[in-house]
């Protein structure tokens, strides 16, 4: 794991990492993905990108708000606090309904299940 991730980005790094060195990162995911998350409660938003079997993870530490994703170029993003991260699928489905959860591409919340070992 990279000493340069905390929180949400290391758990994701961490997850990519062994799908890696087990080359089943490819499998999971066969298409390039680029996917931003903002924990809103704990900026800055940071980006995924998965390609051709490799991956990193940047820091954007200029987005600290979720209207600023607009800006980003990716396939999807998330932005939600992390209560509503933690209580899953469900919760981020009502967050949505109450917009406490912004998204882009509902694949957003398949990208992030397999990211996260739950999907």
Known sequence: MSPLYEGLPAVIYSGLWVLKVFRKLEKNFPNSIKMAILLTDSPPAFLIKIDKGDFDIEILENIKDSNDLENIECDTYLALPTEILYK???GIRKGIETKEVKIKNFDA?????KLTGVG
């Open 109 to 113: 919340i398949t990208i992030l299940a």
């Open 88 to 90: 899953g699928a469900d």
